[in-house]
């Protein structure tokens, strides 16, 4: 969409606030106008510091960043949740200009004088955020080159941001386990010290356990080095992540993945795995996974999760009858195949046939979206 005159980017900006007014953030207009002078003032070069700025105009408790965060993603983030709409009024009416600066996830900013234009005079789409929507549905194996660096940034962004929500244990609720004492005195203070309205809280589920087991034979190739980022992610955020890699054997990584930096890990598993795009042989992996490691790992507070195309050389007898031993220790058995997302993609090979009578969740893990969609299963 093209604006002719005005500040599309402030027109963008006053509709996200409509948005996030509409979905529970309480901001009224001095807040709504602070946010268009701070956007004004950052731009979108940084999308991070983007997002910063209008949290802090927008923001002043921990509650409301909590809800900005996810607001906020679901607004300008292609991958974000379905909300209400910033169209949906209070009063039964529509906004059909608010519908229309938010065309498909994408800002709207003035041209710059030193910026060229086939249309002198109108607005121009911001590129990095349609480029991000391009990314995050391209499938790994079709990635470019030129945009390998730009498509890493944008998963290890959007993937950090998924594991952080996963990995928040308490969140405060109207209704609760449990009266929060603090936060109801805080509340208190404008009741002139009467605790009028009580906060509560409860306490979220225990953390499950996630053990990742990823397939890094010859044909996973093209999409091994993106789960690995994906694995490495989780890991950065949650508690309790087991991660391992096999093709004709299994090497545990977990080790590997706590280094503080993405390039150090790589290095590191570059020297800790020689089967790298070699054979695949599930069935025998998945047996010395659950002799070696299954006792200690495997409950029913794990997930399993198992990233792979499925193209096992062994016998398909054995890659069931462990499947079958896993799936009776595990809370849930999660499958992830790339190859899911080819439009013909048919899930006939032996191992597939054997495997999918025990597997809870099967999904495709093509394309940083697919992956952004797994975090209702985790």
Known sequence: ???????????SVVAFCRFARTNG????????????????????????????ALR?????????????????????????????????QGDGRSNPSSQAAKPDSRLLIRESSSAPSSQPGKGTLVSGASTRQRLTTVDFSQVPQDDLAALEQISLRLLRRMSLRLSRRLKIKKLGDRVDLRRTIRRSIGQGGDPVILAHKRRK????RLVILLDISGSMNSYSLFLLRFAYALQKQLKCVDAFVFSTSIVEISDV????????????????????????RIGASLQDFNRRHGQKLLSRS????????GWDT?????????????????????WLNPLLGLKDYQPIT?????????????????????????????
Not at 39 to 46: E, F
Not at 324 to 331: E, F, N, T
Not at 363 to 373: C, D, I, Y
Request: hydrophobic share 45%; with cysteine; proline share 6%.
């Open 302 to 309: 794990t997930v399993l999760m198992i990233l792979s195309d």
């Open 56 to 88: 802090a105009a927008l923001c002043s408790s921990k509650e409301q960043w909590d809800l900005f965060d996810r607001l906020f993603e679901a607004f300008w983030s292609p991958s974000g949740p379905a909300l209400a709409s910033a169209t949906d």
């Open 314 to 334: 062994g016998e398909p007898e054995v890659l069931a009858a462990e499947l079958r031993i896993a799936k009776g220790r595990v809370q849930k058995l999660i």
């Open 205 to 208: 589920p225990r953390q499950s």
């Open 350 to 378: 032996r191992g597939m046939t054997a495997a999918l009578p025990f597997v809870d969740v099967f999904a495709p893990a093509h394309n940083l979206q697919s992956l952004l969609a797994l975090e209702r299963y985790l």
């Open 25 to 52: 953030l309480s901001n009224g207009v001095l807040q709504t106008l602070t946010a268009v002078e701070t956007a004004a003032v950052i731009g979108v070069a940084n999308w991070q510091e983007f997002a910063f």
């Open 257 to 280: 993945l706590r280094a503080p930096h993405l390039p150090d890990a790589m290095r590191r598993l570059s020297r800790r795995t020689a089967d790298w795009a070699g054979g695949t």
């Open 1 to 11: 969409m093209l604006v002719q005159d005005g500040e599309p980017l402030s027109d």
